[in-house]
């Protein structure tokens, strides 16, 4: 049974930086895909992050795309989101998600992934 358990949400301010990790069981990077979304009050819940593992590449929102970075610690089975320069819409309730690694490009579709953490707030005060 695939578990994902998230951690390291909290309040920051606006420019601050934090890291999200999700330790991984009963799944391995050699075998899944592995992602975060998030979801604001009110909004549907989107892509962040994805690591897709047929073709060992990160992908990234534009929303996020050179402040936040994914990364995979095998020796731990856990996955990371380092986010840098928080901005106050990036608050919302983050999820680490996970599936069979596939060969559809679907890695940025939430309604593809199979297992889900409970999620962690990220708030950022402007």
């Known amino acids: 049974q695939v578990q994902l358990v998230e951690s390291g949400g909290r309040l920051v301010e606006a420019g601050d930086s934090l890291r999200l990790s999700c330790v991984v069981s009963g799944a391995t990077f050699s075998t899944h895909d592995v992602g975060w979304f998030r979801q604001a009050p009110g909004k549907e819940r989107e892509f962040v992050a994805a690591y897709r593992r047929n073709n060992n590449i990160n992908y990234y929102s534009d929303s996020v795309k050179g402040r936040f970075t994914i990364a995979r610690d095998n020796s731990e089975n856990t996955l990371s989101l380092q986010m840098n320069s928080l901005k106050p819409e990036d608050t919302a309730v983050y999820y680490c998600?996970?599936?069979?690694?596939?060969?559809?490009?679907?890695?940025?579709?939430?309604?593809?992934?199979?297992?889900w953490g409970q999620g962690t707030q990220v708030t950022v005060s402007s």
């Open positions: 998600a996970a599936r069979r690694a596939s060969v559809l490009n679907t890695i940025r579709i939430p309604s593809y992934y199979h297992y």
